[in-house]
């Protein structure tokens, strides 16, 4: 940090120490602010941080560098964006809310189709003797997002002693598709039902039992309205006169019974 390498220049917008105290003065502050670190060698070309922070002239130190942050306050950024539009969803306009719908509609039939194929690749392979995958990691939480998708396939032979399960899965498979080729009024219905899913689950007729306009106003507040309010303050009235009408009709009862029990006592 005093004199430069020979055949290196200095930078220019580098500051330059005019003695070497200055300059371990400086290292020993960075050490302590943990910009630079003290690191062993443990193998040829290999360091490790140590745990040892004082600064040592012949010791040796590595700097922790994060890179540029723009990126990553662009995205942090989008993020809070996101989610405050997420929040603001229900005053979003109708053709957002939309072409929010079809995009999940058409995401979840795409995990589901995704999924389906995974496990029928699985199964055909792994009857004859192999385990492949499509995507392998796929759903693995412990990667990062293109790490997931690498490799693409993946196969390797079955442990041995799976032929008994092998042969028990194929004969079931195959006794189900010759059901399924057999009894063409039932599958067909089952592919018709589903078919009339995807198809309500696009058109938004799911809920075909509620009006128009209970649909439109699906995310508006239920506020009652003025002949709503009139009808249960009249309702809770016939209530309270329905009541005092039993407790007066109880009060006569109770009057009668007291009579008649000092009628009795009188003639005792």
Not at 80 to 103: A, D, E, R, S
Not at 251 to 258: I, P, T, Y
């Amino acid at each position: 940090m005093v004199e430069p390498k020979k055949g290196a220049k200095w930078p220019k917008e580098l500051p330059k120490f005019k003695s070497r105290p200055d300059a371990i003065a400086v290292c020993k502050d960075l050490c302590g602010r943990q910009f630079m670190h003290r690191s062993e060698k443990v193998a040829k070309g290999e360091l490790e941080v140590s745990r040892v922070r004082d600064f040592d002239e012949s010791a040796y130190f590595t700097w922790i560098y994060e890179g540029n942050k723009k990126f990553s306050h662009l995205m942090t950024t989008c993020l809070i964006i996101g989610f405050l539009c997420c929040t603001c969803f229900p005053i979003w306009p109708n053709f957002l809310k939309v072409f929010v719908w079809y995009m999940s509609v058409s995401l979840l039939i795409f995990i589901f189709f995704l999924i389906t194929f995974r496990a029928l690749l699985f199964l055909f392979v792994w009857i004859i003797g192999y385990e492949c995958w499509f995507l392998p990691n796929l759903f693995d939480e412990t990667l990062g997002f293109c790490e997931s998708f690498v490799p693409v396939i993946s196969a390797e032979k079955t442990k041995e002693g799976q032929l008994p399960y092998r042969i028990g899965v194929f004969v079931a498979f195959f006794s189900f598709c010759y059901w399924a080729v057999t009894q063409p009024s039932e599958f067909d219905g089952f592919v018709k039902g589903q078919g009339d899913f995807i198809k309500d689950l696009y058109a938004g007729t799911l809920l075909s039992d509620m009006s128009q306009k209970d649909k439109e106003n699906i995310d508006k507040p239920k506020m009652p309205s003025l002949e709503d309010l009139l009808k249960k303050l009249d309702s809770e009235d016939e209530e309270e006169k329905e009541l005092s009408e039993e407790e007066a009709a109880e009060a006569l009862l109770n009057s009668l019974v007291e009579d008649e029990e000092l009628i009795e006592d009188d003639e005792e």
